[in-house]
């Protein structure tokens, strides 16, 4: 009687030790996910960044080559907004 109660017993600690690692094993993944995400997230603001300031080279450039300065200007304005 007293060996299936320590069976039960060792069972026990066996399944509460799989949660615990299960448990460890999720909140790894879950951090890893939000990490990704926030590197993506920062890939894109990089990028958007990136757009405007080669937006804003091109029309300094057409600038440069017409002595046009209402495209310039406008782009600007456009660059303005968030």
Excluded: W
Excluded at 3 to 32: M, P, V, Y
Excluded at 62 to 69: A, I, N, S
């Amino acid at each position: 009687m007293f060996e299936r109660g320590g069976e039960r017993s060792q069972r026990t600690k066996k399944r509460a030790g799989t949660k615990a690692l299960i448990d460890c094993i999720f909140a790894i993944l879950s951090s890893n996910l939000e990490t990704a995400q926030k590197r993506t997230e920062n890939q894109h603001r990089q990028l958007a960044l990136l757009a405007k300031q080669l937006r804003l080279v091109l029309v300094a450039q057409q600038y440069l080559e017409t002595g046009g300065v209402e495209g310039l200007l406008a782009t600007l304005k456009d660059l303005e907004r968030p």
